[in-house]
């Protein structure tokens, strides 16, 4: 996800089963700490079948997020 409500660069990377409702949570201030306050848009999705299979992927993108 990406911050579209201020000036700074902020990204948010985490996995769900359902995009939509999570997107609105985040959206709505249910959503993740880090997310609260702020209004997000989808940048990047990615569909695995279970959570073990996402999670590398999931720590792969923090870690390019830490480096940029």
Same mark, same amino acid.
């Given at each position: ?5 201020? /000036? ?8 769900? /089963? ?20 702020? #209004? ?5 999705? #990615?569909?695995?079948?279970? #959570? ?17």
């Amino acid at each position: 996800l990406k911050c579209v409500s201020i /000036s700074k660069k902020l990204t948010y990377v985490g996995y769900t /089963s359902d995009l939509n409702k999570r997107l609105l949570q985040h959206n709505n201030n249910r959503g993740a700490k880090f997310t609260k306050g702020k #209004k997000w848009s989808l940048i990047y999705k #990615k569909k695995f079948y279970n #959570k073990n299979e996402a999670i590398p992927t999931n720590i792969s993108l923090k870690m390019i997020e830490i480096l940029d």
